[in-house]
């Protein structure tokens, strides 16, 4: 938020991406193989023929517990929007390069300062589904009792949503 062009209050964020099970797999052999990339590579467009992909933001620390507001969409939904695409190159792609061109000059430029309308009204159409869900969720449930993890009692603490390595 800001006061006179001052940010005053801007809230915790984290980016959150779950790969699928094979992507996963992928990632292991890489791994397995000291880093080293396989010596056949190929990029796969077609190929991908199902799957889904869901995009949104997790409001964590409300009333209600949280609150995830997104995009569902599927591969036969974005390749009937636009051909030779998956779900996640529309949901995240388009509006972004529509208002970079739309702003040639603005070097970069940090999410919060971007016009957001302008995006959603690029994105809109190529979203397919759009959720709200409410959920009791907390950091602190299914916790694995394998590990004694610290944990804060106020459930929305920083300390208690990342990830020790």
Same mark, same amino acid.
């Given at each position: 938020? +800001?006061? #006179?062009?001052?940010?005053? %209050? @801007?809230?915790?964020?984290? %980016? !959150? ?5 094979? !992507? ?9 193989? $000291?880093? +080293? /990339? ?12 199902? $799957?889904?992909?869901? /995009?949104?933001v997790l409001l964590m620390g409300n009333e209600k517990g949280v609150y995830w507001y997104g995009?569902? /969409? =599927? =591969?036969?939904?974005?390749?009937? /929007? *636009?051909?030779?695409? *998956? ?8 509006? $972004? ?7 040639? @000059? ?8 971007? #016009?957001?309308? =302008?995006?959603? +009204?690029? !994105? +809109? ?6 959720? $709200?869900? %409410? ?16 944990? #804060?009692? #106020? ?11």
């Amino acid at each position: 938020m +800001r006061v #006179d062009g001052e940010v005053v %209050y @801007r809230p915790t964020v984290h %980016y !959150a991406y779950r790969p699928c099970d094979d !992507a996963m797999l992928s990632i292991e052999e890489f791994a397995g193989r $000291g880093w +080293r /990339l396989q010596d056949n590579k190929r990029i796969m467009h077609d190929e991908i023929v199902d $799957g889904a992909d869901e /995009l949104g933001v997790l409001l964590m620390g409300n009333e209600k517990g949280v609150y995830w507001y997104g995009s569902r /969409l =599927t =591969t036969p939904q974005a390749r009937r /929007l *636009a051909p030779h695409n *998956a779900a996640t190159s529309l949901q995240v792609g388009g509006a $972004g390069i529509v208002w970079a061109l739309d702003n040639p @000059r603005a070097g970069v430029v940090e999410p919060d300062d971007i #016009d957001y309308r =302008t995006v959603m +009204r690029v !994105a +809109r159409p190529y979203l397919g589904e759009m959720v $709200g869900v %409410y959920d009791r969720w907390t950091p602190l449930e299914q916790r694995s009792p394998l590990f004694d993890t610290p944990c #804060d009692e #106020d459930p929305w603490q920083f300390f208690n949503v990342r990830v020790p390595w």
